[in-house]
């Protein structure tokens, strides 16, 4: 169970999935007569203006506190919810393209799609190469379902086997595939006879029977005790080397990212602030929101007891609705607030609250939102 | 710290469930000493036994669960002896109180913070006058302004609402606060605050404080001596150095090898295979052997004994006979 390097710094193929710009605001309720006087609608921002690369074999991790639409963006790139502007281009499977060729969708020259110009009612075909895991084992299979079930609804609803016998004999190769050994045992049991670690795993199984090319993986771990988080962490691990998944792997827990991830984009208030290599972003992160981040999580040891934790960030996360203008950040931004004192640079205490800063290129493979590097 | 009289001792407790499908043995022969102003940290999976453990500590269980043997000593008198209207009266909230696991998801929605805080205060004698100007004085304490008492639960965020209900709990200055899981479900920074919070009432007040949780990281941050618990029994004891940088048991190591680190080098995740036992039929011998790495033939035959290795540093394994 413990060998001396993981399966992390494995080769990472050509870009599967691009996203531009993607916004997901939901609007907020107002009452009629607000809507008679004319108030300006009002937004929750959950995505506002999201951009990244996701390259096979890669396991790319959106991180960030709750609230700051990490989850948001995984379900828009699945159409889960409504997309109010900005492009992910997907590069199907050749089965899928067919289909969707058939369907009338024809993929640009490089043979992408824009996942967000399908219309819902042609998107299915889509689904066998995109999929999700999501958090809570519980809550996300029907108690009423036996496992074979489970995982053969998919095959079912996608017409992936003729017969009978070919349909348990994919579920019992993926029970295989995420070791839920011997699958014989496995298929005809409910949910709630099987512990969080295994129902997470029929959760995987379900994910991947079709041979998705993408998998978004939302908190898949951070339900599950520590002693079995290890256990599916690295299934996601093995799984990636054995059939060539890529993930996106939504946490809020910067160490399990550390273990699974090949690149972390940070999200504050629905953008990303910081991007890039994840063991670099870790040990040597540069926006401020990352240092707090960072700080704030309590790596174990006894001496920690002893002193205080200093995270340096101040105050809670605002309200989506009401975005502060310039860098979201600054009400909460150290840098900014002794800069707004007098004690730092004095450039921040104008600029912070004004602009927005670019999303800039500070070193090779490293980009940050703040003016601090400009 | 020590005085004569330790402000917690606990002997023998077994607290057993009674249910339709047998008799789950939740808390079965736990014995544990805490003194004024220590802190002491229960880690454990989830259904070790962790919560009832201390519910069985301020007199809630709940049915169909019991305290079937062994005595809970709280300031030198036994609580498992008395009834539950005299815990009310003497006991609970003011000796022990308890920060709840998902507490801050049960306040009240339709009272006001103030009136909720106040409310163990007026039921304990307090005017509500009285009441009311201590309630200033506890939301300070907590990191929170007076006017918070004049929200709903619903306006305020999670870390807030923890606050509050940590407020809630040092009401009548109890000597020892047990807080269950009081991070789980927070994020990273509102986690870091609230664990400062803590270390900073057992500081000033010289409080004792037990942390129960499954997260090794949040114990070690405040706990001064750590219980290690698997299947309904305490594994091993000792401070935090001894437990943390000298594991003996190797369930404790197991799990220690399991968490994600921020720093070092990036090793393969150690996992534990399998999964805790049923605790209405714990395997005989030791519980833990159907899973240990380590396992022996004696393993599987007798229970291990409760050995002292080192002062102050107990462990129950036949590795060490």
Redesign the interface.
């Known amino acids: 169970m413990r060998g001396e390097s993981i399966v992390y710094s494995m080769e990472i193929g050509e870009k599967i999935l691009e996203v531009k710009d993607l916004k997901v605001w939901f609007p907020v309720s107002q009452s009629f007569i607000d809507n008679l006087r004319g108030k300006a609608k009002l937004f929750v921002h959950a995505v506002d203006g999201v951009s990244f690369e996701v390259h096979e074999k890669e396991t790319f991790c959106l991180v960030g506190e709750s609230g700051c639409g990490k989850t948001t963006t995984g379900k828009a790139i699945l159409r889960l919810v409504p997309v109010t502007g900005g492009s992910v281009k997907f590069k199907p499977s050749k089965s899928v393209l067919k289909d969707l060729e058939e369907r009338g969708i024809e993929p640009d020259s490089d043979g992408t799609v824009d996942l967000v110009s399908v219309p819902l009612k042609k998107f299915k075909p889509l689904r066998r190469d995109l999929q999700i895991v999501y958090q809570d084992p519980y809550g996300s299979m029907n108690p009423r379902y036996r496992i074979r079930d489970v995982i053969g609804e998919a095959i079912d609803v996608h017409k992936a086997a003729s017969t009978r016998e070919e349909k348990e004999e994919m579920i019992i190769k993926v029970l295989e595939k995420v070791k839920l050994t011997p699958a014989t045992d496995f298929i005809d049991r409910y949910p709630h006879q099987l512990s969080g670690g295994q129902r997470q795993r029929v959760a995987i199984a379900r994910a991947i029977i079709l041979n998705p090319r993408l998998v978004i993986a939302d908190e898949p771990v951070s339900m599950l005790d520590v002693s079995i988080r290890a256990e599916i962490l690295e299934l996601f691990n093995e799984l990636k080397k054995d059939i060539g998944l890529s993930y996106i792997f939504i946490t809020h827990d910067l160490a399990v990212a550390r273990y699974v991830c090949n690149r972390i984009a940070v999200m504050y208030l629905g953008k990303i602030v910081e991007m890039g290599d994840a063991r670099e972003i870790i040990a040597d992160p540069m926006h401020p929101y990352t240092k707090a981040l960072v700080a704030a999580i309590p790596d174990p040891n006894p001496e920690n007891r002893k002193k205080i934790r200093e995270v340096p960030i101040i105050g809670e996360v605002p309200n989506a609705i009401n975005i502060p203008p310039g860098c979201r950040f600054h009400p909460r931004c150290v840098y900014y607030n002794r800069a707004a004192k007098g004690e730092g640079d004095a450039r921040l205490a104008e600029k912070c609250p004004r602009d927005q800063p670019p999303f800039k290129e500070v070193k090779p493979g490293r980009r940050v939102a703040c003016w601090l590097y400009e | 710290m020590v005085s004569a009289v330790p402000l917690l001792e606990i002997n023998g407790l077994r607290t057993y469930f009674y249910t339709l499908r047998g008799i789950v043995k939740a808390v079965d022969n736990v014995s544990l000493k805490l003194e004024k102003g220590e802190?002491l940290g229960i880690v454990g999976?989830?259904g070790c036994g962790k919560s009832t453990l201390a519910w069985s500590i301020i007199g809630l269980v709940p049915p169909p669960g019991k305290i079937v043997d062994g005595s809970i000593i709280i300031d030198g008198i036994d609580i498992t002896k008395m009834s539950e209207g005299e815990i009310r009266e003497k006991i609970r909230w003011k000796k022990v109180s308890m920060i709840f696991q998902g507490a801050m998801n049960a306040l009240n929605p339709v009272y006001k913070i103030r009136e909720q805080v106040a409310e163990p205060m007026i039921l304990a004698g307090y005017s509500e006058h009285e009441a009311y100007k201590r309630v200033d004085e506890l939301l300070e304490a907590v990191g929170l302004t007076p006017a918070v008492g004049d929200r709903y639960p619903h306006e305020l965020?999670?870390?807030?609402k923890q606050r509050v209900v940590i407020a809630m709990a040092l009401t009548l200055e109890p000597d020892l606060v047990i807080a269950d899981e009081p991070t789980t479900a927070l994020?990273?920074?509102?986690?870091?605050?609230i664990?400062?919070l803590l270390?900073?009432l057992q500081r000033k007040k010289k409080r004792s404080i037990i942390i129960i949780s499954?997260?090794?990281?949040?114990?070690?941050?405040?706990?001064?001596k750590i219980a290690v618990m698997y299947a309904g029994k305490i594994v091993e004891f000792g401070?935090?150095?001894q437990v943390?940088?000298n594991p003996l048991h190797p369930y404790t190591q197991?799990?220690?090898?399991?968490?994600?680190?921020?720093?070092g080098p990036?090793?393969?995740?150690?996992?534990?295979?399998g999964?805790p036992p049923d605790l209405r039929f714990p395997p005989p011998g030791c519980r833990f052997a159907p899973r240990c790495s380590k396992v022996m033939d004696i393993c599987h035959k007798e229970e291990p004994p409760m050995k002292e290795l080192e002062k102050g540093h107990f462990v129950a394994c036949h590795l060490y006979d």
Do not use: C, W
């Not at chain 2, 220690?256 to 720093?263: H, N, S, V």
């Not at chain 2, 990036?266 to 295979?273: D, G, N, S, W």
């Open positions: 802190t999976e989830s965020s999670g870390g807030m994020d990273v920074v509102v986690q870091a605050q664990l400062n270390k900073e499954h997260d090794l990281g949040a114990v070690t941050e405040l706990a001064e401070t935090a150095e943390f940088n197991a799990l220690i090898r399991a968490i994600p680190r921020l720093t990036v090793t393969k995740l150690e996992y534990i295979p999964a």
